[in-house]
């Protein structure tokens, strides 16, 4: 995919301002050149004024004389595309777009926009916008961005911030954790550039070194997953907060840019493939910016060691553990001697390390406990927690400064680990204690869930870098069972594919379906039950019926052929009663085992297809307890998928059930990744529901499948 280049909209050398004035949010972009110092030349036009701000304006862009590399849009929305028009006349690929009023406010708005971009491609005029506050380049003090709510201080630095949201914008960089930005970017409507457009540049700055996004929708998914792996291989991290995980917030996305939020499953399965960091509060993207950016790329051993001197945040650092899937280090009996060498002979050794009161403002025995921890080779992170927030009073702050400064000469010495200075609450720091971290190599966090979160997470990114992709298996490519079922469904575009055909087609491809036998009449049903062996079931066939339980058209655990001759008689008026056409009765070998589980193929539109799995029956309708993966699918994803559950403890024998071998269940995916390979532009819905599975085996006793209509 060829990438856009954007260099002129933020590295430009000379800008226009179209609709600038000496007041109001024309006379912004000029206040805000000269608060911070941009070098390049400036072009105000509005043929109302002579001058604007010390710079010549002029009347219209087409009267600059000289050379301009960015343009931005003041005006009303009616008003944008004459100016891109003339952009284009003057072989101008960057322009801004502040103004609302497009797609997000109706199907007027939605034209205009639509007439914008259609400029914009035809041009290759790279367009921010519309809808948003614009481009501030801190790395180069080149504010292209138009909004009052400036932070007090705004200091350059290595995270580049993308935001739908111009107020989630304010919110982040508000927050003053310390972090130092590259460029902060207010994407708007996405109209011409998206998330992938700027992720793309981002992964190629110079100046970034970790990228940030605040996400109502991808859009372009193969931009998006291009620029993943272009931040991949530069070994910079991505961290992004998607909004849009409940239905309100979903639909309240949808009005907020005028574009669709996909399903947040979905979103975090791609995340998890191509090693996209999720966060799911702004406050957790902010502190997952600071710890990235202060860390940096490194490799170090997982396991982690926590000094206290508290009882009370080494119990929270477990319960927290616990909660998030971090585990703490075993110590080694090295670590635990060296440990027993400097705490007083009442503690108890074990991580995290309790200190005790005995080490508030003892310089050697905080130095020497995380001295210990940081010489134990499983041990790559080492944290401490300590209260350091900027209301304590001096003399507290002073005391607790010791164990700040023992850190630091711990992280001198130990270069290779990574040292953290932990404040359980996030309400800032205090300057007496964060000037004991000077000299030292100390990551200064504050947050105990927020702050372990980003740990966590930092440490999967890393591995997620030397990660390789793992095999996907298929089954045996088959052209006539491809060509076949491609015929097949080709004359089913829109419609349920009736029973018999999806069985078919599973049986085809491998998958396990119970045997059955398609029958016509009473005398056929009897025969095919004593050639599969009772019980049975017996399933009437009407066209067009997909869910056949709620018509009452199933009889279950027939035990012999008077029972078979009684459920043939109910459902045999069926058809009459329903006035459908009758295309016969299925006739399936009952399958053994108490556990149903629900395994599926669905379309996700940008994505591909999923693999959803569940426990079938009340779980997945009542309490909604399903796991997704993207295909394909690779070795393990299936299994993986079914652990996510919470009824996962279910197949593992709990209440006295028997346990469930998932080999065959996992055996799946190479069938249903050749499916979607084969069959991808005509499946919608594929649905083995419910999959029984016993110790002995897995068995499809019933199947789904939707056929994509014509596009």
Known sequence: MQAKNLRPLFYPGSVAVVGASDKGGGAMPITNFHTFNYKGNVYPVNPKYDELGGYKCYPSLLDIPEKVDCVIIRLPAASCADVLRQCAGRDIHAAIVIAGGFAEVGSEGAALEAELKKIADDNAICVNGPNGMGIFNVSSSIPLYMSNALPKVFRPGRVGFMAQSGSILIGFFGADFGLGYSHVISSGNQT???????????????????????????????????????????????????AGRSEKGRLATVAHTGSLAGSYDVFTSFADRHNLVVAKDLEELIINCKLFSEAGYRRIARGIGVSTVSGGHKVLAQDLGEDIGLEFAEL??????????????????????????????????????????????????????????????????????????????????????????LNGISNGFSDIIASRLEGGNVI????????????????????????????????????????????????CRGRTLPDDMAFDLLRDYGLPVAPFEVVHDAEGAAEAAKRLGYPVALKSLLDGVSHKSELDLIRLGIQDEPQLAVAYGELAPKAAVHNL??????????????????????????????????????????????????????????EGALRRLKGYPLLRGARGRAVV????????????????????????VLEMNPLIAS??????????LEVRGCS
């Open 192 to 242: 011409v550039l998206g998330p992938g457009d700027y992720l793309r540049f981002l992964a190629d700055d110079e100046n970034t070194g970790v990228i940030a996004m605040y996400l109502e929708s991808i859009g372009d998914v193969e931009s998006f997953k291009e620029g993943l792996e272009m931040a991949r291989a530069r070994k910079k991290p991505v961290i992004a907060l998607k």
């Open 332 to 421: 080694n009996p090295e670590v635990k001697a060296a440990l027993s060498g400097v705490l007083p002979s009442i503690s108890h050794i074990e991580n995290p390390v309790d200190v005790t009161g005995i080490g508030v403002g003892n310089y050697d025995i905080q130095y020497g406990v995380m001295k210990a921890l940081a010489s134990g080779e499983e041990i790559g992170t080492v944290v401490m927690m300590q209260d350091s927030c900027p209301n304590l009073g001096d003399g507290i702050s002073t005391r607790y400064g010791v164990h700040a400064a023992a850190a630091a000469a711990v992280s001198r010495e130990h270069p290779d680990k990574l040292v953290i200075f």
């Open 661 to 684: 071998d998932t080999g065959p269940i996992e055996n799946c995916a190479p069938a249903l990744n050749q499916i979607a390979a084969e069959l991808g532009e005509y499946v919608d």
């Open 581 to 638: 056409s009758q295309r016969g009765f299925l006739v399936q070998k009952m399958a053994p085992g108490d556990n149903e589980l629900l395994v599926a193929l669905k379309y996700e539109k940008g994505f591909g297809y999923s693999c959803v799995c569940a426990l079938g029956g009340v779980f997945v309708e009542i309490f909604h307890d399903s796991a997704l993966t993207l295909l394909p699918l690779a070795s393990g994803d299936i």
């Open 444 to 491: 200064y966090m504050a947050g105990m869930r927020n702050s372990l979160i980003a740990l966590r997470n930092y440490l999967k990114w890393t591995d997620g870098i030397e990660r390789g992709f793992k095999t996907v298996p298929c089954v045996e490519a088959n052209a006539a069972r491809k060509k076949k079922w491609m015929e097949a469904l080709d004359g």
């Open 695 to 704: 110790p002995s085996g897995v068995w499809a006793v019933d199947a789904l």
